[in-house]
């Protein structure tokens, strides 16, 4: 085989590979980003497309970054460019660096039936789930800490955290030592730093990390002892109670001010409230439903999971003021 | 100033070099400017003053001299007994160091933490020996062991084929004047190792500079952080374009100036990565007595073969332990699949096309000069960021088309500009050396352009243009950098679908994936070479 006829062939094989990535040219289509998990065969994605393309009898399309923070950047990247009808899976505290891209506007969505603890008032971006960040250990392994103070100062195990500058999660833990330790945060980082397994870039690395047993705990939600039971059943893994309270995450999703497909993109945040979307939550992203989804199953009952008391937030203006020197004191603290 | 060789002229072969560096100049040139022009404002003193920045700079600089250090210190008295002695299994594992270089670094990643993380084999082991030991992979630590595994291999092939090109007569001469060991080293192999040993460091070096994936999943956190890692940080989270440029520059900056001292040392640096086999005859007499080296060189195979061999077992290991007949079934699997057979083939024959358009005019240059302009920029490829470069193309043709359109695009072209320096390092010296011999004929016979090269280059040189082709393929069917950055949910390659297979802790299936694409790089490697290459022997 000549030189030309190599290349043509492995040129041909490369068109044919490509060509699906391609074909999307489509009138009817809601495009939404999201973070990679909220698409993948498990997570909620696949259901809620099909539940909402029965509703609007158009196309859903996902477009995944491999987590939040990243699709921020990547809204900011495309510009007025982007095919992007909505955003999905931000959280509260990126709320007003999203806002100041200019790049999303308001949405009619009915907010009435929302039921979040501390309730909710930004019209902007509508809540689809929530949850608390907790450090999850393996009982038959391990004795948690009792407190954050406690994690910090004196406990004796290993821990897996994600990167606040990729992560959510990372930046819920950020934001939770911030909101008990106040101007003492930069010690208590140095001191939890020696703990520190690894820091991962996402939630899905750490998580896996700690499940191989490569610590001992890990930064996640007070939900995620639900996904075992209820999808492994299992019941070792728990989340540890923390008597200052946990930091809180709500997780949102807004319209873009150049959504190609506006009309479609309020139906969709309307369906996002909706019993049918709130009710796959649970299960498939093992958050709680922001509005009432009919009975929860069994897992996420108050004796098996853990109900923070105190829920611990941070404005989502302090947090956009303070972000980067916050950073800066952690980057300081645990670099060294 | 003469800038042809005597019987040289400008024909099609130097317009064919003027475009393929037009093309690469352009590319380089835009990508920056666009992402420069991005930038808000400028503060780069305020960003080189950051005592972060400086920490990164020191980290990155200290891990890449260790890396580089450790890999040739266990490389060259590896090299020297293997070309002392035969002894069986040497040819397999000789071919293994050669996969160990084209092996996808998410694969060895996934490996080593299989085998050295805190639930891997060695802990297991200390534990079950009563040492209690919190874990030991995560840090420097980790970073050094995962770049000693691919670039200690590198670094023996490549001084293997150094030694193996030592003149006979030389041997001859030694064997006659009865030196000593010691002589030996020092005057017949070490001159033969100095002349690679400048430029295979700084190959090593840049490649650990510019480490990404590897710091990532094994550095344990900002306290390790590279140039590159804060770039992808600065582009892809903070969106600060300013600082991107600004540490691309610093990072180009630093290993053009590297690089340059180092080649300075030696002479120009031949090829890292040997088409050619050696010839063994008479140095068998010459095997080494000295039981020092020998046991030196028996525990360092040891070392390295314990390296080496175990992240790869475990993997398949793993793979064919827990296999479930479901995994095949999975479209996303045989789609990232294809998608990674469509992206490194087109990826590997773009590489080779500019690589051999290069060759090409370049073989008719006498001048030092201009040689060694078009050789940096080939070889400081491997020193541009590729998420920098990537990020500025995209900029410019989003005025154009969306990003799932181009996005497959720039993968394969960024991935095809990736492999250019290790298809340039095999072909510049290949074409020289058959320039040499065939440019009197050609000029007699008056055959020029495509004729000739299709009827005297290729046929002399499919052989390097075989494995060169190889090299560049596999390596970008293994990249996982550029496509993390543009990967979607239908647009995923099998590296790709590693990592959310990892991260989704489906860690046997991720096993499974990653077999399935070490199959793939392996037998793609294999009828590459034979395909292009032609069968062998054949023209050696």
Not at chain 1, 56 to 76: F, I
Not at chain 2, 18 to 26: A, E, N
Not at chain 2, 445 to 470: E, H, N, V
Not at chain 2, 493 to 512: D, K, M, N, W
Request: hydrophobic share 50%; charged share 15%; proline share 4%.
């Amino acid at each position: 085989m000549s030189l030309s006829q190599t290349f043509k062939k492995s040129l041909a094989v490369a068109v044919l590979a490509l060509a699906p990535a391609l074909a999307n040219a489509n009138d009817n289509v809601l495009t939404v980003y999201t973070y990679d998990s909220f698409t993948s065969d498990w997570g909620p994605g696949p259901q809620v497309e099909k539940a909402f393309e029965a509703e609007c009898g158009c196309d859903l399309q996902w477009v995944a970054t491999e987590d939040a923070v990243g699709l921020l950047s990547r809204l900011r990247l495309e510009g007025s460019n982007s095919k992007a009808d909505i955003v999905l899976g931000l959280d509260q505290n990126l709320i007003s660096r999203a806002k100041n891209t200019e790049l999303f506007i308001e949405s009619a969505t009915d907010l009435s039936k929302l039921s979040l603890p501390n309730g909710w008032s930004d019209t902007t971006f509508v809540p689809f789930d929530y949850g608390h960040f907790a450090f999850v250990y393996d009982s038959s392994k391990t004795t948690p800490p009792t407190s954050l103070k406690s994690l910090v100062e004196d406990a004796d195990v290993s821990i897996v955290i994600q990167d606040p500058r990729t992560s959510s999660p990372g930046l819920g833990l950020l934001l939770w030592v911030k909101s008990v330790y106040g101007d003492q945060a930069g010690e208590a980082w140095e001191k939890l730093s020696k703990k520190i397994v690894t820091t991962t870039k996402g939630w899905s690395e750490a998580y896996g990390m700690f499940l191989e047993g490569e610590a001992d705990m890990v930064l996640s939600y007070t939900t995620s002892p639900a996904y075992h039971m209820e999808a492994e059943g299992e019941f070792k893994y728990k989340s540890a109670p923390f008597s200052e309270g946990h930091y809180e995450q709500i997780e949102v999703a807004a319209k873009l001010k150049n959504a190609p497909n506006p009309a479609l993109a309020d139906q969709f945040l309307n369906f996002m409230v909706s019993d049918k979307f709130q009710s796959i939550i649970p299960t498939t992203n093992w958050m709680l439903p922001v509005a009432a989804a009919g009975e929860l199953p069994a897992a996420f009952a108050k004796d098996k999971i853990h109900y923070p008391e105190t829920s611990l937030s941070i404005s989502s203006e302090d947090v956009a003021k303070n972000n980067s020197d916050w950073v800066d004191e952690w980057l300081e603290a645990v670099s060294q | 100033m003469r800038i042809f060789y005597n019987n040289s002229k400008f024909g099609s072969d130097t317009i064919l070099l003027l475009i393929s560096i037009g093309i690469l100049i352009t590319i380089l040139g835009t990508a920056f400017f666009h992402l420069a022009l991005q930038a808000e404002s400028y503060n780069f003193f305020d960003v080189l003053q950051s005592r972060y920045i400086k920490r990164v700079l020191v980290f990155t600089l200290w891990q890449a001299a260790l890396s580089t250090g450790l890999s040739l210190l266990f490389a060259i008295p590896l090299a020297r007994f293997f070309y002392y002695h035969n002894f069986p299994g040497k040819r397999i594992i000789l071919t293994y160091f050669g996969l160990c270089l084209v092996m996808p670094v998410i694969v060895a990643i996934l490996g080593i933490i299989q085998v050295h993380g805190n639930s891997g084999y060695i802990v297991w082991m200390m534990r079950s020996l009563g040492i209690e030991t919190k874990g030991y992979l995560y840090g420097l630590f980790g970073i050094l062991l995962a770049h000693v595994f691919f670039n200690t291999p590198l670094a023996v092939r490549s001084l293997l084929s150094r030694l193996n090109d030592i003149p006979q007569e030389q041997w001859r001469s030694a064997i006659q004047l009865n030196f000593t060991p010691w002589q030996r080293f020092r005057l017949v192999e070490l001159p033969a190792l100095r002349s690679a040993l400048p430029g295979l460091a700084a190959l090593i070096f840049m490649l650990c500079f510019t480490s990404f994936a590897i710091i990532l999943s094994l550095g344990g956190g900002p306290k390790a952080t590279t140039l590159e890692v804060a770039i992808y940080q600065a582009l892809h989270f903070d969106f600060d374009m300013a600082r991107a440029v600004t540490l691309s520059g610093l990072q180009l900056a630093i290993c053009a100036i590297l690089s340059f001292i180092l080649v300075r040392f030696g002479k120009q640096s031949e090829t890292e990565i040997s088409y050619q086999t050696g010839q063994e005859s008479i140095l068998k007499f010459l095997q080494n007595k000295s039981w020092m080296a020998r046991l030196f060189g028996w525990v360092s195979l040891a070392l390295i073969l314990l390296l080496v061999f175990p992240p790869l077992f475990s993997v398949i290991a793993k793979a064919l332990y827990h296999f479930e007949w479901n995994y095949l079934s999975k479209p996303a699997l045989l789609n990232a699949g294809l998608i990674s057979l469509g992206i490194s083939l087109s990826a590997g024959s773009l590489s080779i096309l500019l690589a051999v358009s290069l060759c090409l005019g370049l073989r008719h240059i006498q001048n030092r000069s201009i040689r060694s302009f078009v050789e940096t920029i080939g070889a400081l490829i491997l020193v541009f960021s590729p998420f920098a470069l990537a990020t500025g193309l995209f900029i410019v043709l989003s005025n154009y088309a969306s990003l799932d359109q181009i996005g497959p695009f720039l993968v394969i072209l960024i991935n095809a500009l990736m492999s250019l320096p290790f298809a340039l390092r095999i072909l510049i010296p290949a074409f020289q050396q058959r320039f040499q011999e065939t440019q009197p004929l050609c000029i007699s016979m008056g055959i020029q352009g495509w004729t000739r090269f299709r009827m005297i280059d290729f046929s002399l040189l499919r052989k390097p243009i075989g494995l060169a082709m190889a090299y560049a393929t596999t390596l970008s069917i293994g990249d996982f950098g550029i496509i993390a950055l543009f990967g979607s949910q239908d647009f995923s390659t099998l590296p790709l679908y590693i990592y959310r297979a990892i991260g989704s802790y489906r860690l046997h299936e991720a096993s499974f994936a990653a077999l399935i694409l070490i199959l793939t790089c392996y037998l793609l490697f294999i009828i590459l070479e034979r395909l292009i290459g032609g069968p062998k022997g054949q023209t050696q």
